[in-house]
T-cell receptor, first 113, second 115 residues
Framework: AQSVTQPDIHITVSEGASLELRCNYSYGATPYLFWYVQSPGQGLQLLLKYFSGDTLVQGIKGFEAEFKRSQSSFNLRKPSVHWSDAAEYFC???????????FGTGTQLKVEL | DGGITQSPKYLFRKEGQNVTLSCEQNLNHDAMYWYRQDPGQGLRLIYY???????QKGDIAEGYSVSREKKESFPLTVTSAQKNPTAFYLCASSTKDRGGNSPLHFGNGTRLTVT
C-alpha cells in the first residue's frame, strides 16, 4: 500500500538558519509528490510538486525539494528560514484513482527569533 | 477571487445529532474532496466526488454522508453513527485530472466539536 512517512513530528530552528524537512514514500510506480503548508486554523497551501524531469523542484516562498528515487525521499529545504515560516508541513503522494492524495502525518515547524 | 468557502468555521453539537458542514467553490473545479484532520494523524480522506451526482468513499467514510447535486457544492453530513466526530474538517477541490497533475485547493476548514 502507498504511504508517506514524515519522521519528524516537531522541528525547531533559529531564524536565518537552514531547514530540511524529511519525507519518505512507499509507492510502486513513479510517484507524484507534493509539499503543502498549513498555518494554524487554516487550510493547506501547495508549496511545490514533483511529477517528472528535474529532480530538484522550486516552489513558493523560497522552498525547494529534491526527489531521490534511490532513497524514496522527497525532502523539503529552505536556505534561510523566516519567522513567518512557522507552520505545519505535509508531504503527500498521489495514489491514483480520482486524484487522491495520501498525506504524511505532518511536521510542525517552530522558528526561534 | 476564486476559492473554496467552508462554513461555519466553528461548529458545536450534542452527541446523537447529525450535523452538515458546508463547502462551496467557485473555481469551476470538477472534483471535490472531504478530509478529516486529527492531531498527529495528518489528513484522511472521507469522501470524494469527480462529477456531479457521483461520489466515492475514501478511507474513513463510515459515519459520514455526502451529496453532489451541484458542481459548486459538496456538503458533508456527520451522522450520529460517527463514533468520534470531533475533528477539523477540510474541503478541497481540483480540476479533473486522473494523472494526478492537479493540485488540491483547500478551504479554511470547519472545526467540529461534539459533546
Amino acid at each position: 500500500a502507498q504511504s508517506v512517512t514524515q519522521p519528524d513530528i516537531h522541528i525547531t530552528v533559529s531564524e536565518g538558519a537552514s531547514l530540511e524537512l524529511r519525507c519518505n514514500y512507499s509507492y510502486g510506480a513513479t510517484p507524484y509528490l507534493f509539499w503543502y503548508v498549513q498555518s494554524p486554523g487554516q487550510g493547506l497551501q501547495l508549496l511545490l510538486k514533483y511529477f517528472s524531469g528535474d529532480t530538484l523542484v522550486q516552489g513558493i516562498k523560497g522552498f525547494e525539494a529534491e526527489f531521490k528515487r534511490s532513497q524514496s525521499s522527497f525532502n523539503l529545504r529552505k536556505p534561510s528560514v523566516h519567522w513567518s515560516d512557522a507552520a505545519e508541513y505535509f508531504c503527500a503522494v498521489f495514489t491514483g484513482g480520482g486524484n487522491k492524495l495520501t498525506f504524511g502525518t505532518g511536521t510542525q515547524l517552530k522558528v526561534e527569533l | 477571487d476564486g476559492g473554496i468557502t467552508q462554513s461555519p468555521k466553528y461548529l458545536f453539537r450534542k452527541e446523537g445529532q447529525n450535523v452538515t458542514l458546508s463547502c462551496e467553490q467557485n473555481l469551476n473545479h470538477d472534483a471535490m474532496y472531504w478530509y478529516r484532520q486529527d492531531p498527529g494523524q495528518g489528513l484522511r480522506l472521507i469522501y470524494y466526488s469527480q462529477i456531479v451526482n457521483d461520489f466515492q468513499k475514501g478511507d474513513i467514510a463510515e459515519g459520514y454522508s455526502v451529496s453532489r447535486e451541484k458542481k459548486e457544492s459538496f456538503p458533508l453530513t456527520v451522522t450520529s453513527a460517527q463514533k468520534n466526530p470531533t475533528a477539523f474538517y477540510l474541503c478541497a477541490s481540483s480540476t479533473k485530472d486522473r494523472g494526478g497533475n492537479s493540485p488540491l485547493h483547500f478551504g479554511n476548514g470547519t472545526r467540529l466539536t461534539v459533546t
